[in-house]
Structure formats: C-alpha cells, structure tokens
C-alpha cells in the first residue's frame, strides 16, 4: 500500500513519526488542527487502527503509538511518489505545450536517448525487428507520395528502434517522449516541407543497423534528429504566421 494520495494516513505517520513519544488521537487531532486541518478524533481512531494493522505503528498501552521502521519506509515511499509525480506533471506538461522552447527541450533530450537506442539497436537488433523497420520505411514512402499524415509511421521507427536496444529504461524514457508534438499540425507540415529529408534519414539509420555498425548508426541518428532541431527552429516563425492567418480565416 502507497499512502501517497491518502487523505490522512501521511500526515498522521508524519505526525507520529516527529514526535519522540508515543501519542494518541488527541494529540493528532490538536496536530492537525494547528496546521488548519479539522477532523474528529473518531476517524483518527479508526485511522490508528488501520495503520497498526498494516504494521506502520505500534501500540504502547495507553500512551499511544509510535512509528516502526515500516512505516518510516512508508513515509519515504510516499514523498518519493509524490515527487515522481510532480515531475511526470511537469514532463506532461512540457509534452502539451505549443511553445518553440519546449519543443527544442524535447528534441534535445530525445537526440540524448536516441543516439544510445540506435547505438546499442545495431548491436542487439533481431532479423524480425529489421524487417518490421524496413517494412515502416517502405510504408512511410507509400504515405509520404499519396500525401498522407506518417506521423504514426515516425513514431513506429524510432519507438522499434528504441524497443531493439533492449534497454528498458531508454525504451520507456523514448515512450515518454515520443508523442510530442508527433502529431501536431507543426509536425505535419514541416514533414510536408521536408518530406524527402525524413526519408533519406531513416534509410541512412536502417542501413546502418543491417550493417550492424554502432558509429554508423549512432552517427545517422543524431544528424537525423539534429536535423530536424534545426528544421524546427527554421520554421517556427513560418508555422505561426501559417496558423494566425489559418485562425484569422476561421473568424
């Protein structure tokens, strides 16, 4: 059990575990009074109980409980969760927003993952996962002549590549990142402007990984993802003088 998101059993370990006495209701119940909290002392009962039954306090007759190492380990556990998700917040966040600074944020720290998926993908890569990158390369041609969105098809390639490197960690940070601004309006347009480019890149990257050469394929991803930084900042102004005039119509 996390007691992270837990109304009340965090600040009354927290309470218990800051005291070097053991303490009864009343004394979390003035507790939390003192940082403006109002709650009865029956549903502080009910909540010692529970906590003693899952082994986070101990009773001492009637002086109270106090905290056990479980559920110091508890209080530890929480706060990391709660930090972990006040950084997930702020990830989401950055992923949602429609801001130049951000977008380039992003791309750095793909750019970061990415040159060690590819590195480590043309030392692990399976036959199967060649097959599956060449049949996304082909169908990505196919979409880019008929005019048609390869968002998707993007994101296929780099998250293959990234599941090939058969590290977990590198996998699930790419995940994090690998839908921001995919498949924005942004992102469409500029793979419209350099359609060709996107191409060419992900045939240089599959090439290296059939080669089974780390440098190669390292080298061609971050020239790849580099690129399109530069292609990013390059059209940014053009993008929102596209969208105002877009809006403006829409008016």
């Not at 218990?16 to 502080?44: C, K, M, Q």
């Not at 090439?207 to 061609?220: C, I, N």
């Not at 059209?235 to 008016?251: A, I, P």
């Given at each position: ?46 909540e010692l109980n529970q906590l003693e039954v899952l082994g986070f306090v101990e009773k ?162 971050v020239e790849h993802i580099s690129k399109l930084m530069t292609d990013v900042n390059q ?17």
């Open positions: 059990m996390n007691i992270a998101k837990d109304k009340w059993k965090k600040p009354i370990l927290e309470i218990i575990n800051e005291s070097v006495e053991p303490v009864g209701s009343w004394y979390i119940v003035n507790a939390l009074n003192d940082r403006g909290v109002e709650v009865s002392s029956a549903t502080i009962g009910r001492h007759g009637f002086r109270g409980r106090s905290i056990t190492e479980l559920g110091r380990q508890e209080i530890e556990a929480a706060n990391t969760t709660i930090e972990l998700d006040y950084y997930k917040q702020s990830l989401d966040d950055l992923i949602n927003s429609d801001q130049l600074e951000n977008f380039e944020m992003v791309l750095e720290a793909r750019l970061a993952i990415e040159r060690q998926t590819a590195r480590l993908a043309a030392q692990k890569i399976t036959e199967k996962e060649l097959e599956k990158l060449n049949d996304i390369v082909r169908k990505q041609e196919s979409h880019s002549r008929d005019h048609q969105s390869i968002a998707n098809d993007d994101i296929a390639f780099h998250s293959t590549i990234a599941e090939a490197s058969k590290n977990k960690a590198l996998f699930s940070l790419y995940m994090m990142l690998s839908t921001m601004g995919q498949q924005s309006q942004l992102f469409e347009q500029l793979r419209y402007r350099i359609g060709d480019n996107y191409s060419n890149f992900h045939e240089r990257i599959l090439g290296s990984l059939q080669d089974r050469d780390p440098e190669a394929a390292e080298k061609s991803m059209y940014w102004h053009e993008y929102q003088r596209l969208r105002s005039k877009d809006n403006g119509r829409s008016l």
